[in-house]
Each structure stands twice: as structure tokens, then as C-alpha cells.
């Protein structure tokens, strides 16, 4: 299963925060609904580099943009990774689990291309083969909680009371 969100969106003027908004009046009259506190990348540099957060790739407030988000799942998983250990079955217990992450990496890069190509439309002359998507050829950026883009995990919460709504 999966939910998709397109929402209203600016950084805020501190510059680190992204808000998200209900609609373009909440926009215009500087009402968000939620607020995205994001960190920077945490992991040291041996340059110059700047240290990213996804608040720099949202327009300041005074400018039209928007923010994406999804979140996909694999529905029983759990339980079946509970009766393999149960039974003391390590080796299904461990297939089950790599093959419903396999199933959730494969949906979100669906779910992904249909964002870019349909849904939202900024690609929809996009025509990459699997080696290109591989190498993120696509227009764009796909950040996760967890990883260096997005390191904070308490950000999901915020994330769940926006789709989900």
C-alpha cells in the first residue's frame, strides 16, 4: 500500500524549516499546517562543501513551490516473519524479509516515476532505462528519512499527520 502528497510548500525565513501548506490562500496568508524542521547533512566534510538540507531545494517564502512526499509499505510482512521465527525457520524468515524490501524499494521507484511523469508532470518526456535510474539520472531528488539528506526520523510524524489527513 502507499500514499502520495503534493502539497503547497515554502522555506521559511529562518531557511531551515519547510512549511507546508493547506492551499494557496493558507499560502498567501502565511497559515501553514505543518512545519518541517530539517536538519543539515551531519557527516563531516574534507571540503568546502556546504552542508545540505532539504529546506535548500524549497523556494523562500514570496515564490510558488511545492513539496512531494509518499510512503509505501509491504502488508504482512510482519506477521509472516513472526511465524518463520516461531517455527525457528531462519532461512524463510530472512526471504520474507528481503523480498518485502525489495517489494517496497521496486514501489517507491514506481510510485517515483508516476510523480514525475503523471502525477506532478515536471518529466513527462523522461525515457530512462534501469542503469540511468540506478545512477539518479532523474530531474529531481527522492530524500528518506534515515539517510544523509534526512537524518532525523521525527520528521515521519509530520510526515503521517500531512498525508494522511
Not at 535548500?56 to 521465527?85: N, T, W
Not at 544523509?148 to 521525527?154: A, E, F, K, L
Request: aromatic content about 10%.
Amino acid at each position: 500500500k502507499g500514499v502520495v502528497g503534493m502539497f503547497v510548500a515554502n522555506r521559511s525565513d529562518c531557511g531551515e524549516d519547510v512549511e507546508i501548506y493547506e492551499n494557496e490562500e493558507a499560502r498567501e496568508a502565511g497559515t501553514p499546517m505543518h512545519k518541517f524542521c530539517m536538519l543539515r547533512q551531519q557527516a563531516e566534510k574534507e571540503n568546502d562543501d556546504p552542508y545540505l538540507s532539504q529546506a535548500d531545494f524549497i523556494a523562500p517564502r514570496g515564490y510558488k513551490d511545492h513539496m512531494g512526499m509518499f510512503a509505501v509499505s509491504c502488508f504482512g510482512c510482519d506477521s509472516l516473519v513472526q511465524k518463520y521465527e516461531a517455527e525457528n525457520d531462519d532461512y524463510n524468515k530472512i526471504m520474507s524479509q528481503a523480498l518485502a524490501d525489495r517489494f517496497v524499494e521496486a514501489f517507491a521507484e514506481y510510485i517515483h516515476r508516476e510523480i514525475r511523469i503523471d502525477m506532478w508532470g515536471y518529466a513527462k518526456d523522461e525515457k530512462l532505462d534501469e542503469a540511468d535510474l540506478l545512477k539518479i539520472k532523474y530531474d529531481g531528488i527522492r530524500p528518506a528519512p534515515g539517510y544523509p539528506s534526512q537524518p532525523d526520523h521525527t520528521e515521519k510524524v509530520t510526515m503521517w499527520q500531512t498525508t494522511l489527513r
